[in-house]
């Protein structure tokens, strides 16, 4: 039977590492880490993704405003909340929750948080600085799949790593923390060739492709170490919808290790979302302290 890795129990250890931090800030005399959190519009799933986030901001110490926009905001509107979040020095993360509404270019509105507050980590300032190997602030679900990797082989250093996907968002920035650790990396998605053998050769897969189910028990090696970033609703037996990832988890126990969905690599993405806030607000008390 493959280890399950417990993404909630980990993100917890996170999180008591981070509220760690923030109290020994705050005993140091310096200012509270704060998060400000954008959500345009109704979405339900975006509503319950912010007051995930807002009650997890709590549990950590870090302060958090809420800032609700109607759906019908304009793309300046918002562009002048953000630069107002910029100029503010007691605002050291800032999120604006996707999808936005059809009237507001999303990368438009991602390139104007400054790249210092940028948390999710989605800026090109901060991609560039992943992908020349200096500290930035790195994407929060490939920054939670590592963590979940580490928990499992402390050090990857030499081990195939085959990533299915190739978002800006996943697959890019996990094939570049994984070569960073020293992994062998092959970047693959739903149109690669021989893509089955490819992962029969990886010791450690992270699926990130969105197809529910995509890769099966034949695909994995006795021993792999599985990463599955997808989460999709599929019809159950039962006739009620069930949560899948992209790795059929039921035909791959004999791998060494798989992260179960829900409850696997999710947990971890809201965890480094605060610890990047931490990050940039010392990055920031540190910015300070120079100019002064």
Partial sequence: MAEI???????????????????????????????AVILVGADPASQVYVGRKIKACEKVGINSSEYRLPAETSQDELLALIARLNADPSVHGI?????????????????????????????????????TGSRGLVACTPSGVIELLKSVVPDP???????????????????????????????????????PEKARRADII??????????KG?????????????????????????????????????????????????PMTIACLLANTVQAAKAQADDAATTN
């Fill in 218 to 266: 034949d695909w994995v090696k006795p021993g792999a170490v599985l990463l599955d970033v997808g989460i999709s609703r599929v019809p159950g037996a039962s006739g009620k919808d069930r949560l899948v990832g992209d790795i059929a988890f039921d035909e791959v126990q004999h791998a060494r290790a798989v992260t179960p969905v829900p409850g696997g690599v999710g």
């Fill in 157 to 195: 250093t030499g081990l195939d790593a085959l990533v299915i996907g190739r978002s800006n968002i996943v697959g890019k920035p996990v094939a570049i923390l994984l070569l960073n650790e020293g992994c062998t990396v092959t970047v693959s998605h739903s149109k690669t060739r021989d893509l």
């Fill in 5 to 35: 890795i417990d993404g909630k129990k980990i993100a917890s250890q996170l999180d008591d590492r981070t509220k760690t931090q923030v109290d020994e800030m705050i005993a140091a005399g310096m200012e509270r880490p704060g998060l």
């Fill in 95 to 131: 999120l604006c929750q996707v999808p936005l509404p059809r009237q507001i270019d999303t990368q438009k509105v991602l390139l104007a948080i400054d790249p210092a507050k940028d948390v999710d980590g989605f800026h090109p300032v901060n991609a560039g600085l992943l992908f």
């Fill in 206 to 215: 992270v699926a990130a492709s969105g197809i529910p189910e995509m890769v």
